[in-house]
């Protein structure tokens, strides 16, 4: 449904995409993650058609909308994009902001349609100011809608809502697009939002796609180490750790291995050379830092039902599970 191919864009000397190459399939879900300022919103903007690339392609339903001799624009695309600030029109109210650019004929009932599906019934005509974030996120994303787009954008849609309202809100955008049967693109840095909604996760690094695939594949498979530090906590573990267990887990050659926190448990003997050093309470889980015989600290996260305190001599016991080779 969507293929982007050696995409570049320069905002003079700045590099805002380096040759990025992404395919998304029809009815899919895919997050664009990384850390603010890889690219992530500039490649969208340049799908939706806001941004022209310097050099690249971008096909939409087997459509070349950007690239060499070709350029379709915005309005054209079939594309339906929600921005982070959600971009309503102040001086319209809800139905106005719903059907802006629609066709006259037939524009009452979609817009009622959309209302309804985004339960916002009875609410068409309030203006922007005189709803909550969360509701002006519905018309946004109604708006979006309202051409029966087939793909659909999404700009970090949940920074401006309160964290307490983040994850209902995410469940309810999943359930109206999911509902209107649409292809989605979804930016954003937080990687709950991401391993929560997508099917697959494209990771994106100063301008470049570094790695896609499932959330599992991307946590327990990162292409680099880079990769595996910014997906989640990380243990990596070299050849030079001079700690009987870890080292069995270092196959010949390796330089690192990766251990995910949840792997690493910790058991009580006040004879064992490695020491906690810091706790942190989470609720469901704790994290602990354990400090090595050798000074190597490891990161060790375990349910808090497991009380273990800090000071306290501990055994690392590494649980089965995936351990990659990093090096």
Known sequence: ?????S???RYGPVHALRGASLEVARGEWVALLGPSGCGKTTLLRSLAGFERPDAGRVEIDGRVVAGPGAWIAPE???VGTVFQDYALFPHLDVVGNVGFGLPRRGRGARTAELLELVGLAGLGGRYPDELSGGQR???ALARALAPSPEVVLLDEPWNAIDPLMRAAM???VARILREA???ALIVTHDREEAFTLADRIAVMRDGEIVQTGRAEELYFQPADRWAAEFIGAANIVSGEVAHARLALLLDRGAREVLIRPELVGLELDDEAPDEVVERTFL???VVYRVRLADGTTLISQRPSSERVPVGARVRLRIYDGPVPVLG
């Open 1 to 5: 449904m969507i293929c982007v191919e």
């Open 7 to 9: 995409l570049v864009k």
């Open 76 to 78: 054209h695309r079939c």
């Open 137 to 139: 996120q519905r018309v």
């Open 170 to 172: 995410r469940e309810e």
């Open 181 to 183: 049967d649409v292809t």
């Open 283 to 285: 609720g469901h889980d």
